[in-house]
């Protein structure tokens, strides 16, 4: 482990990571062969380990979440990667899990964002206001246009500035409610919220959802009503069933991600995509910002 670097993920882009997805998973790499393995409940919260290994490299991500850190003025999700080599199980790289999570999970989404949205400038209502949020809007802007951009989020201050800093980089935002969802072609949730953002009722069947904010089962930030007539589509069924078997309701047929690149997609139907992350996607990523030294 002596001299092991530590690496930077921010010199990878958004661009970058979701074109690296998208390319292993077109060579083959299948969604479904992670072991799926509890969180471990913490006094302090819950520490998530994902393992993954393939051909050239291996890695394990150690993660904690505290929900009572921002009171203490310390990062609620905190962590590390340790990259090892695929043969000879050679430690490589340590990276910082909490910035590797903040571009895995958008970049995931941006592969997604490809395939079930239309290629348009879109009407968009982004609920939450931290750190997915905004890698969330970086995904966007880096496979599609945003027409204008409702941001909904529960401190006003908080939201507002969210709202300005997305004008910063170019894109039209201001701050709304969730009633904006009625004229959204996409919709955004990017909370850990476990009860149901927005009527569903309100949204165009043309809209496309991708809800992004939970990592444990228990709660729906999605009404039951949009789930049951929604196309499901899912990073990993695995790991999608584990950690958000509610949202996605095990019933339904669900699509992962590999599969969404080769099948059609009926962009007047609603779609739902639900993440919940999984460790080959962490090491997908964290071996193309090794790769990058």
Same mark, same amino acid.
């Given at each position: /482990?002596?001299?092991?670097?530590?690496?930077?993920?921010?010199?990878?882009?958004?661009?970058?990571?979701?074109?690296?997805?998208?390319?292993?998973?077109?060579?083959?790499?299948?969604? #479904?062969?992670?072991?799926?393995?509890?969180?471990?409940?913490?006094? @302090?919260?819950? /520490?998530?380990?994902?393992?993954?290994?393939?051909?050239?490299? =291996?890695?394990?991500?150690?993660?904690?979440?505290?929900?009572?850190?921002?009171?203490?003025? $310390?990062?609620?999700? #905190?962590?590390? +990667?340790?990259?090892?080599?695929?043969?000879?199980?050679?430690?490589?790289?340590?990276?910082?899990?909490?910035?590797?999570?903040?571009?895995?999970?958008?970049?995931?989404?941006?592969?997604?964002?490809?395939?079930?949205?239309?290629?348009?400038?879109?009407?968009?209502?982004?609920? @939450?206001?931290?750190?997915? =949020?905004?890698?969330?809007? #970086?995904?966007?802007?880096? *496979?599609?246009?945003?027409?204008?951009?409702?941001? %909904?989020?529960?401190? %006003? =201050?908080?939201?507002?500035?969210?709202?300005?800093?997305?004008?910063?980089?170019?894109?039209?935002?201001?701050?709304?409610?969730?009633?904006?969802?009625?004229?959204?072609? $996409?919709?955004?949730?990017?909370?850990?919220?476990?009860?149901?953002?927005?009527?569903?009722?309100?949204?165009?069947?043309?809209?496309? *959802?991708?809800?992004?904010?939970?990592?444990?089962?228990?709660?729906?930030? *999605?009404?039951?009503?949009?789930?049951?007539?929604?196309?499901?589509?899912?990073?990993?069924?695995?790991? =999608?069933? +584990?950690?958000?078997?509610?949202?996605?309701?095990?019933?339904?047929?669900?699509?992962?991600?590999?599969?969404?690149?080769?099948?059609?997609?009926?962009?007047?139907?609603?779609?739902?995509?639900?993440?919940?992350?999984?460790?080959?996607?962490?090491?997908?990523?964290?071996?193309?910002? +090794?790769? $990058?030294?």
């Amino acid at each position: /482990m002596i001299g092991v670097p530590w690496l930077d993920v921010s010199r990878l882009s958004m661009a970058g990571a979701a074109r690296m997805i998208e390319a292993a998973l077109r060579a083959g790499l299948d969604p #479904q062969a992670d072991p799926v393995l509890p969180g471990v409940d913490l006094p @302090g919260g819950t /520490m998530l380990l994902a393992p993954a290994s393939g051909a050239l490299y =291996a890695g394990v991500r150690v993660v904690t979440v505290a929900p009572d850190n921002p009171a203490r003025g $310390l990062p609620r999700v #905190q962590g590390v +990667y340790l990259l090892f080599h695929g043969e000879s199980l050679q430690p490589l790289a340590l990276l910082d899990g909490a910035d590797l999570t903040a571009l895995r999970a958008p970049a995931i989404s941006a592969v997604a964002l490809r395939h079930l949205t239309p290629d348009r400038p879109l009407s968009t209502v982004l609920f @939450g206001t931290g750190v997915q =949020a905004w890698g969330h809007i #970086q995904a966007c802007v880096a *496979v599609r246009r945003l027409a204008r951009l409702t941001v %909904v989020g529960r401190e %006003v =201050a908080r939201t507002e500035a969210f709202a300005a800093r997305c004008r910063a980089i170019g894109v039209p935002a201001a701050a709304g409610t969730p009633e904006a969802v009625r004229g959204a072609d $996409l919709v955004l949730c990017c909370t850990t919220s476990t009860t149901p953002l927005f009527d569903s009722a309100e949204l165009p069947d043309s809209a496309a *959802v991708l809800a992004v904010g939970g990592y444990r089962s228990g709660g729906r930030d *999605v009404d039951e009503e949009y789930v049951a007539r929604a196309a499901l589509y899912v990073d990993a069924r695995t790991a =999608a069933l +584990y950690r958000a078997g509610v949202t996605v309701a095990p019933a339904r047929r669900l699509i992962n991600l590999a599969e969404l690149l080769a099948v059609p997609v009926d962009l007047a139907q609603p779609r739902l995509f639900t993440s919940v992350g999984a460790a080959w996607e962490d090491l997908v990523v964290a071996a193309a910002v +090794y790769e $990058l030294t």
